[in-house]
């Protein structure tokens, strides 16, 4: 079945369109103490997956900060407008584009450096998470903060806040959240795999788990040459196996890498256990002095290497025991709150944007990202996934808007719907933090939807320095960036605008 443009815009899911109201109480210090929110999120005619991206949303309304006093609710409704669902963000990106946006209006208010005021109320190495649960214990919050400030752009923001012309006006914004993995406490979340010898001679793994751009299959190659030191041609990678396999579990929520990651650790053991044994009743070499490598089985012999089995001559013995499987569910916290997560990863974006002030075109200058997500597996999937979760992240921010009038979709193809194109995406640096806290067993976090939530609001800030307007839906409109600009009166006297403290409530 193949649909055209037109049915897939009419037939797709799109980001839940949400309504964030917040009320934060904060002292002189620059503390934070209360937090009210309230979450309005247009489903559609059918639910799909309303309810656990509203739980998303709700749990990261408290971003990655310690507030003592908290009240969270939030509500999924129905209505005639298209049908939405589970989207890169599951709901993060709109209640993060909210949180950063009221953390800037808070600093604006208390004449407080906004990232000043974010180190001080950050959360701590063995706090709780943001739903009062037990969480793994992460710095990630404090290392994406402090390496941040190595970026070239914070040092454009520190040493000059001037706009480049009357007519073109620049702005540094800064944002970062801190984003849970995996479905949450509550939902089956189920993973595992199987390893084996196969008939071939090859090492074999096999996952439910299914290849879509992610990068999974040459993560699944980076592991498995890790582990056994072997070479491309040695291994059989087998995705998509629902049937042959245990669940894997979806291939959603940031939680692929992690779960096979997982599953090869808990594998490799009995099977080299399994492996040396038949190679050492084959070759009469004791298994202690036996190691994997390319084609085969090697040992060190007075300092010289050699190859003493190939896999194949261990295969023309039969691969009968030679076959392993794993099952676990992902990891969950033990606090019985539904949704609630266990894994975080952290990140903290910069950005320098140029704001035309005839057109209100908002051109993205320059973005850089640090993220703390654990030991990188596959270096250009970990800078592709950041990467391009940014650019999906650009476009929400600024062209695309599914416009609906009267329960239909006015935006029918990509000539409406303006999608960002490489001419639009600035260069882009990642700065990946490795380090996990001693005694972190869990391994490396997923990166597939971090790199778009924190984006949106780090555009909306530098937009708020360059225009002096706080833009409080997106994407953002040109025309209500010219909207009682300052613009003209400007002209006279040719001054650059430094924001003005304003009330903040809402």
């Known amino acids: 079945m193949h649909y055209s443009r037109w049915e897939s815009v009419k037939a797709g899911l799109k980001r839940h369109p949400m309504k964030v109201t917040m009320k934060t109480g904060i002292d002189s210090d620059g503390k934070l103490l209360a937090h009210q929110v309230r979450i309005l999120s247009d489903t559609g005619a059918y639910s799909t997956l309303g309810g656990p991206v509203l739980n998303f949303a709700t749990e990261h309304a408290m971003g990655p900060y310690l507030i003592p006093h908290v009240d969270v609710k939030g509500k999924a409704v129905y209505t005639n407008n298209g049908v939405s669902g589970e989207f890169r963000g599951f709901g993060g990106n709109q209640v993060i584009f909210a949180l950063e946006g009221q953390m800037d209006r808070l600093a604006e208010q208390l004449q407080i450096e906004p990232w000043e005021l974010r180190r001080r109320n950050l959360r701590q190495l063995n706090d709780l998470g943001p739903m009062g649960q037990r969480i793994v214990p992460t710095d990630g919050p404090k290392q994406v903060w402090e390496a941040l400030q190595r970026s070239p752009i914070w040092q454009k923001r520190i040493e000059s806040t001037k706009h480049s012309s009357l007519w073109l006006r620049r702005g540094i914004g800064l944002a970062m959240a801190m984003h849970g993995s995996g479905l949450g406490y509550g939902i089956p979340d189920h993973a595992g795999g199987t390893m084996r010898l196969s008939k071939e001679g090859k090492i074999e793994v096999a996952f439910g788990h299914e290849e879509f751009g992610q990068g999974l299959l040459s993560t699944l190659e980076i592991l498995m040459q890790d582990h056994f030191q072997c070479e491309r041609d040695d291994l059989n990678i087998i995705i998509g196996d629902t049937e042959l396999v245990p669940s894997s579990g979806s291939s959603t929520a940031s939680r692929t890498t992690n779960m096979v990651w997982q599953s090869l650790n808990r594998l490799k053991a009995p099977f080299l256990e399994a492996l040396f044994e038949r190679a050492s009743l084959l070759t009469g070499i004791p298994k202690e002095q036996l190691q994997t490598g390319p084609s085969g089985i090697w040992m060190d012999k007075k300092g010289y290497r050699q190859r003493v089995l190939t896999y194949k001559q261990i295969a023309d013995s039969g ?68 990467e391009g979760g940014s650019v999906m992240a650009l476009g929400f921010t600024l062209t695309e808007d599914a416009v609906m009038d009267g329960g239909r979709y006015v935006t029918k193809n990509l000539d409406t719907y303006m999608i960002p194109t490489i001419l639009d995406v600035p260069v882009q640096h990642v700065e990946a933090i490795e380090e996990l806290p001693d005694g972190d067993s869990f391994g490396p976090r997923g990166v597939g939807e971090v790199g778009s939530v924190a984006l949106g609001p780090a555009i909306v800030s530098a937009v708020r320095q360059a225009t002096g307007k706080w833009v409080k839906s997106l994407p953002i409109k040109p025309e209500e960036l010219l909207q009682d600009s300052l613009f003209l009166e400007e002209i006279e006297g040719e001054k650059t605008y430094e924001p003005k403290s304003q009330s903040v409530s809402k």
Do not use: C, K, R
């Open 319 to 386: 691969v009968e025991d030679l076959e392993f499987t794993t099952e676990f569910h992902y990891p969950i916290t033990p606090d019985p709150i539904i949704g609630a997560h266990y894994l975080y990863t952290s990140t903290a974006v910069i950005v320098e944007v140029e704001v035309n002030m005839l057109t209100g075109m908002v051109t993205i200058i320059g973005i850089d990202h640090v993220v703390a997500a654990g030991p990188v597996i596959n270096p250009m999937g970990y800078v592709g996934q950041i």
